[in-house]
């Protein structure tokens, strides 16, 4: 009894966490509003005689759908997001300076929502390798914007995989569609390779089980587009790194050296345009 009272007091708790976020945004948005509508001129109302009055005349400023929409869900919902409070607080401190933004996400999950919301007017797409699941979140939130993704590795050759990883065709900067690295995720959407993204979560495919993809080509792909793009950084979050596959991929592929931040089993990297820094080592010394 007294472990059903704990985990229905942590999903309490998470809920009313969440919901927190949503609430300091809206009071941001309506800030942000009130600042516009009193900022505004004043505006000349002629009236029916020849006396001319000024009024004040404020916009009235609707929250955004999205907003609406993750407020509602995640008030009524019984079912929190896959991290904790303080995991998710690294990537809204980034989401606040870099919002709106282009943020890509490996994982379509109970989280989506929230993601999309904290991005607003930004370009938020998720990548799932369940296409059944796809369908049901998009009868849910037809808003979100994903798309199917199809992994050709397994869990078990994760240790392969690593080594592989470290031979030249695998370490040479170049647009991923061709790159010769078999961890290269190259039947994604063009667009997804042809975005500047400024931020990058992986936290899919399932990594749990030997049969399972595993998220090697994942973190290698987002540490490859990362690299890849013309200019600035990008922000990438890998979830689950208590497990062996995010662990050492994550280190190998986005590197020690890139590592901002470890808060619980989520890790901060930040990745430089190695494009427009010509002769940038695979990962800094």
């Known amino acids: ?32 509003s009130t ?11 002629q009236t029916t005689s020849t006396t001319t009055t000024t009024t004040n005349n404020p916009t009235c400023m609707k929250l955004p759908p999205s907003l609406v929409q993750a407020i509602t869900h995640y008030t009524t919902s019984n079912t929190t997001p896959q991290q904790t409070f303080n995991e998710i ?5 980034v989401l606040d300076r870099k919002s709106p933004c282009n943020f890509l996400v490996f994982g379509l999950g109970h989280d989506s929502l929230m993601w999309a919301a904290l ?27 994903s798309y199917h993704v199809t992994y050709n590795t397994k869990v078990r050759e994760a240790n392969d995989l690593l080594e592989l990883g470290r031979q030249p065709d695998c370490t040479l900067l170049s647009d991923v569609r061709k790159s010769e690295c078999r961890l290269a ?19 899919a495919p399932t990594g749990f089980m030997d049969d399972s993809a595993g998220r090697m080509s994942a973190i290698y792909t987002a540490g490859m587009i990362g690299r890849w793009r013309a200019e600035g950084e990008t922000d990438v979050f890998v979830h689950d790194c208590n497990r062996q596959v995010e662990d050492e991929f994550s280190k190998a592929f986005l590197c020690e ?8 089993r989520l890790r901060h990297f930040t ?15």
Not at 189 to 198: A, H, L, Q, T
Request: glycine content about 4%; hydrophobic content about 45%; proline content about 6%.
């Open 1 to 32: 009894m007294s472990s059903i009272k704990s985990k229905a007091q942590n999903t309490l708790n998470m809920k009313l966490l969440i919901l927190s976020f949503f609430l300091v945004l809206l009071l941001l948005f309506i800030l942000k």
């Open 35 to 45: 600042f516009y509508s009193s900022s505004s001129p004043i505006r000349q109302i």
């Open 89 to 93: 607080s690294v990537t809204t401190n």
């Open 119 to 145: 991005n607003h007017e930004g370009r938020t797409v998720f990548l799932d390798e369940d296409k059944a699941w796809i369908d049901v979140i998009k009868k849910q939130f037809p808003a979100l914007e």
């Open 185 to 203: 995720l190259k039947g994604l959407p063009d667009f997804v390779y042809e975005v500047d993204w400024d931020l990058i979560m992986v936290d």
């Open 257 to 264: 050296g890139y590592m901002v931040k470890q808060e619980g």
């Open 271 to 285: 990745i430089p345009s190695h494009r427009s820094t010509p002769g940038l080592p695979f990962c800094p010394a």
